[in-house]
């Protein structure tokens, strides 16, 4: 469950939150408009990090996977383009990148907020995954995502779609 912004709460079943971001490339994508295909939605911290990396390095390995399973692989930040494009670029890349600069869509989503490492405590974007179906139905959530095995995981869900 993630209790958004408005005050209203996010769960499995709920009809995923609509919008349009620009992505690497220069282009812009709508999540209405890649219906009736899977997506799956993952938010992450920051371009570039060891863990974002691994992440994304991992959805790229398995992208061809995911799109014989129907599936498109989305990745959101607070990053901009041109800095998705270098990320893109640096770690070659194949998932797309969108840029979420104000974070309307991560506190939409209810994944922006306070977060604490080695001690400090600042907001920041958690790492989490929403799988949606053909529909635009969230279909299952993952909080707090650990990047190992998750992708695995992932895989196995929209899989089970069938």
């Known amino acids: 469950m993630i209790d958004t912004p408005t005050g209203t709460t996010l769960t499995e079943g709920n009809t995923a939150p609509d919008f349009t971001l620009p992505r690497d490339g220069g282009t812009d994508v709508t999540l209405s408009a890649l219906r009736p295909s899977p997506v799956i939605l993952y938010f992450y911290p920051r371009d570039d990090t060891p ?43 194949g998932v797309a990148l969108l840029s979420d600069a104000e974070g309307d869509i991560c506190e939409r989503y209810g994944v922006y907020g306070e977060k604490k490492m080695y001690g400090k405590t600042f907001m920041g974007i958690e790492r989490a995954t929403f799988l949606i179906d053909g529909d635009g139905v969230i279909r299952r959530i993952w909080r707090k995502v650990k990047v190992d095995g998750h992708i695995d995981e992932v895989l196995e869900a929209v899989k089970a779609l069938g």
Not at 69 to 87: C, P, Q, R, W, Y
């Open 51 to 93: 863990g974002c990396t691994k992440q994304a390095i991992g959805f790229t390995c398995r992208q061809q996977e995911f799109e014989e399973a129907g599936a498109t692989i989305l990745g959101v930040s607070k990053d901009t383009v041109a800095k998705h494009e270098k990320f893109r670029d640096k770690h070659e890349l």
